[in-house]
């Protein structure tokens, strides 16, 4: 397949994405978080297409995107007060919100389940082609399934050139990781950390739980909450290591662990912050951006990754896991595979 390259800031590319889209093809688009893989979201056949374009299990559903809150609540049956408090204080805004699904929702979107994820993006390219589209835009993040998500235009051309009708290419994602994921089936509960904050949530609908699957593995058995948390994710082919403690402790520990593997020919990347980044001496590093505002660091983790994708160890420093080091954690956890060491 040939894929069409082009430019969010030329005025046609929103009506030869949006044509893409309502004829039932795949189109990648940059929003706030990372580029997404789209399709007309109440067209089975179409979405069908995304999860062959990823390798996706089709057992993991996907995101419909939307320009208003009346177009959500289209996608919804049985909506509780708590959507409205959420959508009116945060969206546009990478929130995703889950609700009972309503009948117009294809099963292919929410991979059989009878609940549906729903967001509303604040990156102006997204709004416009959701907008020219007339439909939500169901999209997952535009990687194959199991790579780190896709922060720039050059890393959808990567995975997906060849694959899906068109990219459509603006400058990086502003946060680099993907929304919150919330469901407000039984109580309110965050299965995702992303840049909106447990704190900011509860500021306005009250108690929050967090998933435990967001700092666990699932057991042998165990039902997933979001069947995304299932699969391996984000996962560069370099080896990633997480190392825990204080400054001390994790320069001791990443210090000991490059050096051990240096000797024997391995290539090795240190991800430091940029506080801590004169303890590493001469050691090849990349700085992340200030521990201090951990949205500087997941703003360039999955860059960092892709990256050094042929390098043998990625050796990473860890942030406390609350509020916005949360989402950071969450996905060097599962590119760990959740050991800390
Ligand atoms: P992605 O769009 O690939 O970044 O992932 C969307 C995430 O939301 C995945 O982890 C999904 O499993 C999760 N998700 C989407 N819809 C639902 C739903 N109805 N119930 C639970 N989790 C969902
Ligand atoms: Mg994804």
Redesign the pocket.
């Known amino acids: 397949m040939n894929t069409l390259i082009l430019d969010a800031k030329q005025e046609q590319s929103y009506k030869v994405c949006s044509d893409i889209i309502r004829s039932g093809g795949l189109v990648a688009f940059p929003t706030e978080t990372v580029y997404g893989l789209g399709a007309n979201g109440f067209c089975e056949n179409a979405v069908k297409k995304i999860f062959e374009a990823k390798g996706r299990p089709s057992d993991?559903?996907?995101?419909l995107h939307v320009e208003s809150i009346a177009q959500a609540e289209k996608l919804y049956r049985d909506i509780p007060q708590s959507f409205y408090k959420l959508a009116e204080v945060f969206w546009p805004a990478p929130l995703?919100i889950?609700c009972k699904k309503a009948s117009c929702v294809p099963d292919a979107v929410?991979?059989g389940?009878d609940?549906?994820?729903v967001r509303m993006p604040s990156d102006k390219h997204a709004l416009r082609l959701i907008h020219e589209s007339g439909v939500p835009i169901a999209?997952?993040?535009a990687n194959l399934s199991g790579k780190p998500?896709p922060t720039r235009a050059e890393h959808v051309i990567q995975d997906m050139q060849g694959r899906i009708d068109a990219i459509l290419c603006a400058g990086d994602c502003k946060y680099g990781v993907?929304s919150t994921?919330i469901?407000l089936v039984n109580l309110p509960t965050i299965?995702?950390p992303g840049i909106i904050t447990p704190h900011m949530i509860s500021a306005v609908i009250g108690e929050v739980q967090i998933s435990k699957s967001v700092f666990s593995p699932l057991h042998e058995g165990e039902l997933a909450?979001?069947?995304?948390?299932k699969y391996k994710h984000y996962s560069p082919d370099a080896e990633v290591m997480a190392f825990s403690g204080n400054a001390d402790e994790m320069r001791a520990k990443i210090c000991s662990a490059y050096d051990m593997n240096c000797v024997n020919k391995m290539k090795c990347i240190i991800l430091a912050s940029a506080e801590t980044a004169h303890l590493y001496g001469d050691r090849q590093l990349e700085i992340m951006g200030s521990a201090k505002a951990p949205e500087s660091m997941c703003s360039s983790l999955f860059a960092a990754f892709r990256k050094y994708n042929e390098y043998d160890y990625i050796l990473c420093e860890t942030l406390a896991d609350e509020e916005l080091g949360l989402a950071y954690m969450n996905r060097l956890l599962r590119a760990c595979g959740f050991l800390v060491l």
């Not at 993991?60 to 995101?63: A, D, E, V």
């Open positions: 993991n559903p996907l995101i995703t889950i929410s991979g389940l609940t549906v994820a999209a997952p993040s998500s993907e994921v469901s299965l995702r909450p979001s069947p995304g948390m």
